[in-house]
Nanobody
């Protein structure tokens, strides 16, 4: 069974933090590079952070220094620690392989109020 389940979003004030979690099925997670993506209203989905199976990370310039991606390989989990959130971070956040598979979860809404 293929599964991606994101959680942890919410409504926060500018400058606050959130930690997103993603539970992935083994067949999507094992030995794969993973990533967090986001889609704001009226915009295309974009990748914000990726992590290789070896632990190497990459961040979009817009989140560099504020977001941290990590994994729990034993539990097939991917996390995104988001600090110093800004209103422009408002979006639905998704996790997936990198590059993304054709399977997408429902995402988790992050709303940052100014």
């Amino acid at each position: 069974q293929v599964q991606l389940v994101e959680s942890g979003g919410g409504l926060v004030q500018s400058g606050e933090s959130l930690r997103l979690s993603c539970s992935a099925s083994r067949n999507l997670f094992a030995f794969a590079n993973m990533g967090w993506y986001r889609q704001a209203p009226g915009k295309q989905r974009e990748v914000v952070a990726t992590i290789t199976s070896g632990g190497g990370t990459w961040y979009a310039d817009s989140v560099k220094g504020r977001f941290t991606i990590s994994t729990d390989n034993a539990e097939f989990m991917v996390f995104l620690q988001m600090n110093n959130l800004k209103p422009e971070d408002t979006a639905v956040y998704y996790c997936n392989q990198n590059p993304p598979s054709r399977y997408w979860g429902q995402g988790t809404q992050v709303t940052v109020a100014s």
